[in-house]
């Protein structure tokens, strides 16, 4: 290659790249090689071919291919002709006929020619992995993203199961588009299952973000789904106990329907227990799924109070890793309830609301919501039907209705407060939250007992249904 250092157009142009923090140069001779900056510096009479100046001094020339948005090696850079490495003239050579070859599909032969005459041996390609299906990455993303980061992954691997594996499962999840994950939503919402559509919905756009981010696809072809579109209407309930209403449902958790001699023992322990949880969930605020787990250790109806463990409170495990264990005081009518609770489950009894029926040991959060279902079923309340969650906004509302603060009221459902006041307010509020509490109690106990209340009769079956 010519020495020439004339006004000649440059041969090369330099691109150097924003990490190096370098200005762009460029060179007209090969002895100036030697001289440039370290970066990504462009052969303007051959394009795609670069050669790449290393921090450390090593050159190289490299062959980007745009269109496919990769870059091949070609060999170390050399200023006159010597084993093992290419002068320009030479990687401008080998870059024409790879260019060639590529074209004709015969690129892997010309490179291996190429590392023959450089004497290095070039890493072969692994074998071509088979097309992950939607059932492996499901299961993939089950192990990897939402078991070790939620405290209980349970619902989700049941979604996955149910609902989105037997549709999806033995598709190759790159083929998969977006109306038919459409078609799965709108089958379930179809269905009359709404809440479970809205479900599936959420965790589908997280399996294909999981997989997106892992390049296993492109795109999310769930991203672009909005729930209106699929009939998901997503609705914040806002039913909650009016004052009249309260009596009626306490006397109806009240009412025996059952003779305990005529039904299983087991059967007529544990109705009688979730009676009596319910009417603890109005009147402490707690989760239902809280109650469930509940352990007699964390009981103390000497002190008056129930302790909910991280493991049992609402929340991921990063969401744990701040969090402390919740105290919620017992005020007179609650401390009764948890004894008679106590006189039920038996002294052996681990759980609050124990049940042979389930594998846990404890009754699930379904058998509140079906009790409950049930009873109101038969004597319907004058607002319309209610969850377990409402017996929950019925206690916050209360508190508003009774002059409570409204940071102990949040405080007294364990719930998150603003930002900054959770980073520097520390304070249980407890002797306040205890207060607010048992002025809750004493406002239920005269509704319940007002000569006003309306109380409803109802039948007493002979059996159990």
């Not at 020439?4 to 150097?16: E, K, N, Q």
């Not at 192990?143 to 149910?162: G, I, V, Y």
């Not at 906004?393 to 930002?419: D, F, I, K």
Request: a positive charge; aromatic letters at 4%.
């Amino acid at each position: 290659m010519s020495a020439d250092t004339s006004t000649a157009t440059p041969i090369l142009t330099t691109t150097t790249p924003n990490r190096l923090r370098r200005k762009r140069s460029s060179f007209r001779a090969a002895s100036e090689v030697a001289k440039l900056a370290p970066g990504d510096h462009s052969d303007r009479l051959t394009r795609g071919l670069v050669l790449r100046v290393h921090p450390s001094g090593g050159r190289a020339f490299r062959w980007r291919i745009r269109a496919e948005r990769r870059t091949v090696t070609l060999g170390e850079w050399a200023a006159e002709p010597q084993p093992g490495r290419l002068t320009l003239a030479q990687a401008r050579e080998w870059h024409d006929r790879l260019r060639v070859a590529q074209r004709a599909g015969q690129l892997a032969a010309v490179l291996a020619d190429l590392d023959a005459q450089l004497g290095r041996n070039r890493p072969a390609p692994g074998p071509a992995l088979a097309p992950a299906t939607v059932a492996d990455v499901a299961e993939d993303f089950y192990n990897r993203r939402l078991q070790p980061h939620r405290k209980d992954p349970t619902a989700a691997r049941r979604l996955l199961d149910r609902e989105i594996v037997p549709v999806l499962g033995p598709r190759p999840i790159a083929e998969v588009e977006t109306r038919e994950v459409a078609r799965l939503v709108e089958a379930i919402v179809d269905r009359g299952s709404t809440f479970t559509g809205q479900k599936v919905l959420a965790l589908v756009k997280q399996m294909f973000r999981f997989a997106e981010g892992r390049g296993i696809v492109k795109r999310n072809p769930a991203a672009p789904l909005d729930p209106d579109d699929l009939g998901i209407r997503a609705r914040m309930r806002q039913r909650a106990l009016a004052a009249e209403e309260v009596p009626i449902l306490w006397h109806l958790l009240d009412t025996t329907r059952t003779d305990p001699r005529s039904v299983n023992h087991h059967k007529a322990v544990e109705s009688k227990g979730l009676r009596l949880a319910l009417k603890i969930l109005l009147l402490c605020g707690a989760r239902v799924g809280e109650l469930c787990k509940a352990r007699w250790a964390n009981v103390d109806l000497d002190r008056a109070t129930w302790t909910i463990p991280v493991a049992d409170q609402k929340g991921t495990l990063r969401h744990a890793e701040a969090a402390r264990p919740f105290v919620i005081p017992l005020a007179p009518s609650a401390l009764a309830l948890f004894r008679d609770l106590k006189a039920f489950a038996g002294e052996g009894a681990s759980f609050v609301l124990p049940s042979p029926w389930s594998s846990a040991g404890h009754v699930t959060i379904h058998a509140p919501w079906t009790l409950l279902t049930r009873l109101l079923a038969e004597t319907p309340l004058p607002g319309g039907p209610i969850t377990v969650h409402d017996l929950r906004r019925t206690c916050r509302t209360m508190l508003s209705r009774l002059g409570v603060a409204p940071h102990v009221a949040e405080r007294a459902l364990n719930h998150a407060l603003p930002a900054l006041w959770n980073v520097y307010d520390l304070h249980d509020h407890l002797a306040a939250r205890r207060e607010a509490l048992e002025k809750l109690d004493a406002y239920v106990a005269r509704l319940v007992s007002s000569e006003s209340a309306e109380v409803v009769t109802l039948p007493q079956p002979s059996a159990a249904p």
